[in-house]
């Protein structure tokens, strides 16, 4: 079978097997766009949307960096940076080529050329989806972890920085000096106001470099737009290679598996340019934290409270977990009872919104696992569910659904399942987080005690509210004692 590539690609032999193409001359892109971490998110989303609009504006392909593993430049490098965008549900699969990535640099090894490549004038936007842990934050906070240590080597070596914040301080500090305009940069990760935050730790990354009043003021005139991105990519596997493989007829290295659903709403501040991403269905907006706010707290905050029961209970895919009739009515009542009321949307746009989410979560081609979900909760748990037991709270309303979500990260992070298998916890926390664990044993209390004591993620206020402690502790002593199934009745 041949390897994907452009010299294998012959349009009719290709169409005839429904393959859909680009519908641009390769030949003619140039780049507009660095994006730092080019994993399958990214790859599902706005390389896409790049994808359908470069036949009208082909000065905006985009170079892709990873910051951490070489493998996506390695695996994509042969195939002349093309691969398969995979989109399955129930009806089948349709694969799509994309082409707008035309080169990933890898930044271990390339870090100088990437960091040069970002003071390329044509470059005048530089995205993100380097996950929640990828901004060296306090996730509480959302401030700049000045202990991080990867900030901490940034400071002490500005010229080879390995974080993203780093790379970025790193790459303006050049146009500066070349008397460039800067880049916008934009966040596409799930944190609130994505943007803002992108900001404020870039700020205070260049401020702490200590380089004079005027690039502190350069930096100032950077924008940071806000975006809300959304579209559900499993992790790719060995089985989904081979269903590209035969779909397509070609050996793509790493194709992507993703769902028809796909939304990208936009807060328009492009002053260095932007490619028409409302041409391509992107949604550009003036405040883009309503959305934001409306996906993290119904999306979000449901992927995570099933990925932690549903793992804990035996469901290997969200479609499982939400098959079963408890935790669909749990799914159902958090974002129905519990968040919709904070929200700032009609309730008639919360209800449809929340009627295609529970479509999504069951689309049983997408075999999406909660362990890949679980991961990061340290990360996540803020602005998934957090935020909005604060407001209810404020508002004196109940949350119990949401404070078993927080339980049931409690008890997943304990490490053991309810067969009694180890958990593997991925997490940037999770050596601290299994001290904790390990200290409490199977006391609920104890357990709960010491985890609310990480304020990264509970801040300095929740652990003192007793309504929030006794109802977490509650939830966990019953999923300890009564496991996931009978704890999710019985909440009813
Ligand atoms: C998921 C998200 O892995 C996770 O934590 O909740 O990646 C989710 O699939 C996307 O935000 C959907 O847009």
Not at 22 to 36: E, K, N
Not at 119 to 138: F, M, N, Q
Not at 289 to 312: C, D, I, Q, V, W
Request: charged share 25%.
């Amino acid at each position: 079978m041949p390897r994907l590539s452009m010299s294998e690609i012959h349009p009719a032999a290709v169409s005839a097997r429904g393959l859909q193409l680009m519908d641009y001359d390769r030949a003619t892109i140039s780049p507009g766009i660095v994006h730092l971490g080019i994993g399958a998110f990214h790859r599902a989303h706005m390389a896409a949307y790049v994808d359908s609009l470069l036949a009208k504006a082909p000065d905006w392909g985009i170079i892709g960096a990873s910051l951490r593993r070489p493998d996506t430049r390695d695996a994509l490098a042969p195939q002349d940076f093309l691969y398969t965008l995979a989109i399955r549900d129930a009806s089948g699969t349709t694969p799509r080529i994309i082409g707008s990535i035309v080169d990933v640099l890898d930044a271990n090894t390339q870090r100088a050329q990437l960091i040069e490549t970002m003071a390329d004038p044509a470059i005048r936007i530089v995205s993100l989806t380097v996950t929640e842990k990828g901004y060296c934050h306090d996730p509480s906070t959302g401030e700049l972890d000045e202990e991080h240590p990867d900030i901490v080597h940034d400071l002490a070596h500005p010229d080879t920085p390995i974080s993203a914040p780093g790379i970025i301080v790193a790459a303006l500090e050049l146009r500066q000096q070349r008397g460039l305009g800067p880049f916008t940069v934009m966040s596409c990760d799930n944190l609130p106001s994505n943007g803002k935050t992108a900001g404020r730790i870039v700020r205070r990354l260049a401020e702490l470099r200590g380089l004079g009043e005027a690039f502190t003021r350069y930096v100032e005139t950077v924008r940071f737009p806000s975006t809300m991105i959304d579209r559900i990519v499993p992790a790719t596997t060995d089985a989904d290679r081979a269903i590209v493989a035969e779909l397509t007829g070609f050996d793509d290295a790493w194709p992507i598996m993703t769902e028809p659903f796909t939304q990208w709403v936009i807060e328009d501040d492009f002053p260095a340019g932007r490619p028409p991403f409302e041409t391509v269905g992107a949604e550009l907006v003036e405040d883009v934290e309503p959305f934001e706010l409306m996906k993290l707290r119904m999306l979000n905050g449901s992927h995570s409270t099933m990925a932690y029961l549903g793992y804990l209970a035996g469901y290997q895919y969200v479609n499982e977990a939400i098959a079963d009739p408890g935790i669909l009515k749990l799914v159902h009542g958090l974002m129905t009872e519990e968040a919709m009321p904070t929200l700032p949307m009609s309730r008639s746009t919360l209800e449809a919104y929340r009627d295609q989410l529970l479509a999504r979560f069951a689309n049983p081609a997408l075999k999406h696992r909660t362990w890949q979900i679980a991961m990061d909760g340290t990360q996540k748990l803020p602005q998934r569910l957090l935020g909005t037991i604060r407001d209810r709270l404020k508002a004196a309303q109940p949350f119990p659904r949401l404070a078993l979500g927080v339980a049931a990260w409690m008890r997943y992070v304990t490490g053991i399942d309810e067969a009694g298998q180890p958990i593997e916890v991925k997490d940037p926390l999770a050596t601290r987080l299994r001290e904790i664990a390990d200290r409490a044993g199977r006391d609920p209390a104890k357990l709960a005690d010491g985890l609310l004591a990480v304020t990264e993620v509970f801040g300095t206020d929740l652990a003192q509210v007793a309504v929030f402690r006794d109802t977490v502790t509650n939830h966990l002593k019953s999923l300890l004692d009564n496991g996931v199934k009978e704890t999710v009745r019985r909440l009813g």
